[in-house]
């Protein structure tokens, strides 16, 4: 199951302009992430930021574990990369933090509901249980030294874009989202890529494994 449905959601973003994801050895169970900030009100504004997911092998049942690469000053950001976010939290409720189930990471989630949350909270710093508690500091006490420490990391980004990226703007963001485009009716839909195609092979053969060495006793 977390084979399939990790396919169909990369399929999904591999179209996105928004956002720009690769599979990490052909592994569908690790991505590295490319997140294009493209509000125009952000403090992060023109960043690029390369991350890397890994999901477990009963997702979506369990969070994946995600980590950006490269520094991010953020009250929510752990110095190391690790986003404090509540949706990346196993589900269910944690007395010890307060957080009840419905803000945590639930099956009904997804990839994109976790790189927007993660978007959003990038100008939504929580500074009151921080992660990071210099940037936090810096964030609430000496705000012209955050933003200039930021502004640094914005551009030193903007090296790690894939050759011929081009910087989305949000609206074309938007329009796509709005209408997205049609393909000819003779063709198929989930006609699989190279790189698909090779996913589900192992796929296919990792299930045909576990029918033999599983096999049903009454039919």
Known sequence: MAERLLMKEFRELSGASWVHVELVRNNIFEWDIGLPVLNKTSMYYGAYLKAHMTFP???????PVFRFLFPILHPN???????????????GDDEMSGEDAAERWSPAQCVESILVSILSLLDDAECYSPANVDAALLFRFEKEKYLGIVRGQVQASMGHRPAGFKMPSDES???????????????????????????????????????????????
Do not use: M, T
């Open 57 to 63: 092998r009963d997702y979506p049942y369990n969070p």
């Open 77 to 91: 950001i752990y110095s190391a990369g690790w986003v404090c976010i509540s949706i990346l939290h196993p589900p």
């Open 173 to 219: 963001v938007a329009q796509s989202n709005e209408q997205p485009e049609d393909l000819p009716e003779e063709e198929d839909f989930w006609a699989a890529s190279e790189v698909d195609s090779d996913v589900f092979d192992d796929v296919d053969q990792e299930e045909e494994k576990q029918e033999e060495s599983n096999p049903a006793e009454d039919r």
